[in-house]
């Protein structure tokens, strides 16, 4: 007889690597606090990147940043292929968005996170040779149900029958671009309703696979590095997700393709990250459907996080309170 924690080997991310995550979103979402209103996304982001990299160093993994930053000219910290960690413990693949929704977190908007996510090593697809992919993210409900092949209508149809609920009363996340216009439309003219995004990519995948959330299903063009992520959680939650690289160009089409992507290819969860061995975890930056933001009381911080593990199919809240003196 099999041990059913046979699969949960020493070499893998567990259940102590997720916790002591936590900390290095915590501290990335309270440094950008007084960044939050400012108009100043640059400046916050900076904050959570030091942040972020600072708590890092000091867990015990050999994490190799497959999504950050950037490429390293452009990105002194975090940069796409840097070493974090202690270099003892699990090899692993890690995705870095120390604020995603820097936009949101200068306007003072919701929505606004500081995200990691974390895999075995060489498990996660490495598409940042081009930035955007076009995206389809449901729960568990969508699985061999709905295809990003389909017209958004028919998906849409599918889905609610699935869900056992009308059409009128499902609800689709878009990200508000001008290259959504038709998309938008389309849902509407399917009988369902919208809810636009003015940032926000990985929020709005998660939103839509979550049992408890208001959103059936999130779509549209988004960030490939974005997709990545929201793979790492969907994989947790038990939902579906699919994607599609969307060059901008041909000489960004060239470049996906020289780097070993492929471009008509629908990428599905076992594409974008490898293995059922994922971690995901996130704190609000600002308020969210996910989870509330880094709030002030006096002398305390108060921070709200998830972590999610595909291995154990858990979703854990963590609320955190912190002394200003040591923060701020």
Same mark, same amino acid.
């Given at each position: 007889m099999v041990s059913p924690t046979a699969e949960l080997s020493p070499l893998r991310p567990d259940r102590n690597l997720a916790m002591e995550l936590v900390r290095a979103t915590e501290a990335a979402a309270i440094r950008a606090v007084p960044f939050i209103g400012r108009g100043a996304k640059e400046a916050a982001d900076g904050a959570a990147v030091d942040a972020m990299r600072a708590f890092l160093g000091t867990v015990d993994f050999a994490g190799r940043v497959v999504i950050g930053e950037g490429e390293k000219d +452009?990105?002194?910290?975090?940069? +796409?292929?840097?070493?974090? $960690?202690? $270099?003892?413990?699990?090899?692993? /693949?890690?995705?870095? /968005?120390?604020?995603? $929704?820097?936009?949101?977190?200068?306007? $003072? %908007?919701? +929505?606004?996170?500081?995200?990691?996510?974390?895999? /075995?090593?060489?498990?996660?697809?490495?598409?940042s040779s081009v930035f955007y992919m076009d995206k389809l993210v449901t729960g568990p409900a969508g699985v061999g149900v709905v295809d990003i092949r389909l017209p958004i209508g028919e998906n849409i149809r599918r889905l609610a029958k699935a869900l056992d609920k009308?059409?009128?009363?499902?609800?689709?996340?878009?990200?508000? %671009?001008p290259r959504h216009e038709q998309l938008i439309q389309d849902i509407r003219d399917a009988g369902a309703g919208t809810r636009l995004m003015s940032d926000g990519d990985v929020a709005g995948g998660i939103n839509a696979a979550r049992h408890s959330a208001r959103t059936d299903m999130c779509v549209g063009i988004g960030g490939s590095p974005e997709g990545i992520v929201t793979a790492c959680a969907i994989k947790a939650l038990g939902g579906h997700i699919q994607g599609i690289l969307w060059p901008r160009d041909d000489d960004e089409r060239q470049r996906g393709i020289d780097a070993g992507l492929e471009m008509d290819k629908v990428y599905e969860a076992d594409d974008l990250v490898k293995g059922n061995n994922t971690i995901f975890v996130a704190t609000g930056v600002t308020d969210g459907q996910l989870v509330r933001g880094v709030r002030r009381k006096r002398d305390y911080l108060y921070t709200e996080s998830v972590v999610l593990r595909s291995a154990s199919g858990t979703l854990r809240r963590i609320v955190s309170d912190h002394l200003v003196s040591k923060w701020l």
């Open positions: +452009n990105a002194p910290m975090l940069f +796409n292929g840097e070493e974090v $960690g202690t $270099g003892r413990g699990p090899e692993c /693949d890690i995705a870095v /968005d120390p604020i995603d $929704g820097t936009s949101l977190t200068a306007a $003072g %908007r919701q +929505n606004a996170l500081s995200v990691l996510a974390v895999s /075995d090593r060489g498990s996660m697809l490495d598409a009308p059409v009128e009363e499902m609800v689709v996340s878009v990200l508000h %671009r």
